[in-house]
């Protein structure tokens, strides 16, 4: 049992750790465009890893031997500590004084 639990956990820590990595790749995709651009970007690959990671979350979790508490729970520690990180980073785009955002019209 020990064994399928640290596999559970090695597999949700992977899972959230290739959710983070196509996160970044978005980001540093749109970071150097206008605004708009950038939103469509960013926010158009959440939406499509979130469509992505739910898929592979309930395939693994119904086809794979795998201890669902710590699938989950490595896979929703390793998904929270991504989301506050690119927040952070998305908030230090967003406050940079060269950024498009400034040039919009009032």
């Not at 956990?9 to 750790?17: A, M």
């Not at 790749?25 to 992505?52: D, E, Q, W």
């Not at 669902?68 to 506050?84: I, P, S």
């Not at 004084?97 to 400034?102: A, K, Q, T, W």
């Amino acid at each position: 049992m020990e064994v399928a639990l640290w596999t559970s956990i090695v597999l949700g820590v992977l899972l959230g750790l290739a959710n983070v990595a196509a996160g970044f790749l978005s980001y540093r995709v749109a970071r150097n465009k206008p605004h708009g651009t950038f939103m469509v970007i960013v926010f158009g690959g959440m939406v499509g890893r979130m469509m992505l990671v739910l898929a592979l979350l309930a395939i693994i979790i119904v086809f794979l031997p795998v201890s669902r508490v710590g699938f989950v729970g490595a896979f929703f520690a390793t998904f929270a500590l991504a989301t506050v990180a690119e927040i952070i980073l998305l908030q230090r785009w967003a406050s940079k004084p060269s950024s498009s955002i400034e040039s919009l019209p009032r």
